[in-house]
Structure formats: C-alpha cells, structure tokens
Nanobody
Framework: QVQLVESGGGLVQTGGSLRLSCAAS????????MGWFRQTPGKEREFVAA????????SYATSVKGRFTISRDNAEYTVYLQMNSLKPEDTAVYYC????????????????????WGRGTQVTVSS
C-alpha cells in the first residue's frame, strides 16, 4: 500500500507557472506507475499526465501537452507536475494517483486503473 500527499497548488495568473509535488510513503515507490488527474465541480475526474514506474515513458492529455511536464524522483519517493503557461481552464483540484505496475514502461490514462489516490491540491488560474 502507498499513501500520497499532494502539495504546491495555489492561485496564479494566466500565463504563470506552478509545480505540484506528490510525496509517497509506504511500499517501494519504483513499483508504482503514477498519474495526475484533475476535477472541477460537476465534472468527472480527467486525466492530465502519467509516468511509468521508472520514469522513461510519459503521456499527456491533449489539453496540456507542451505546457505540462510530469517527472519523478524514485529516490525521493516523489512525482512532480510542472505546469507552465497556465490558463483559466486549468483551474481544478489536482490529484495524484498510483498503481502497481509489472511493466517498467507502461503508463495508464484511466482513473479506474489506479488504486491509490491523494486528497488533492487546488489550482486556481485567474484571468
């Protein structure tokens, strides 16, 4: 089992940047593929980015490709989401998620594929 705690959210102006962190504790972090999702009131949780358990494969939602970068530091048990050129439509609660993965290269884009979730961090982008 793994516990996840997100941090780094906040209020930023359009065009600004934020870096989210997700600190993991519990079982060996490198056993888990990781993902970031986001959710706004009344909408389903949507995929943002994913990274394989060794960090060599990444995947992004079309809406964030070229602006967001996911990375991980397995020694520090942390996954990051660097968000640049932020837009008001990026406003949401951002969640970190983890799942065990046998493949060192696999990434997962569906929320139902993840077993463990953090409590989320609010990101608000003002226009």
């Amino acid at each position: 089992q793994v516990q996840l705690v997100e941090s780094g959210g906040g209020l930023v102006q359009t065009g600004g940047s934020l870096r989210l962190s997700c600190a993991a504790s519990g079982r060996t972090f490198s056993s888990y593929a990781m993902g970031w999702f986001r959710q706004t009131p009344g909408k389903e949780r949507e995929f943002v980015a994913a990274v394989s358990r060794v960090g060599t494969t990444t995947s992004y939602a079309t809406s964030v490709k070229g602006r967001f970068t996911i990375s991980r530091d397995n020694a520090e048990y942390t996954v990051y989401l660097q968000m640049n050129s932020l837009k008001p439509e990026d406003t949401a609660v951002y969640y970190c998620a983890a799942r065990s993965a046998l493949s060192s290269l696999a990434v997962y884009e569906r929320s139902g594929e993840y077993a463990y979730w953090g409590r989320g961090t609010q990101v608000t982008v003002s226009s």
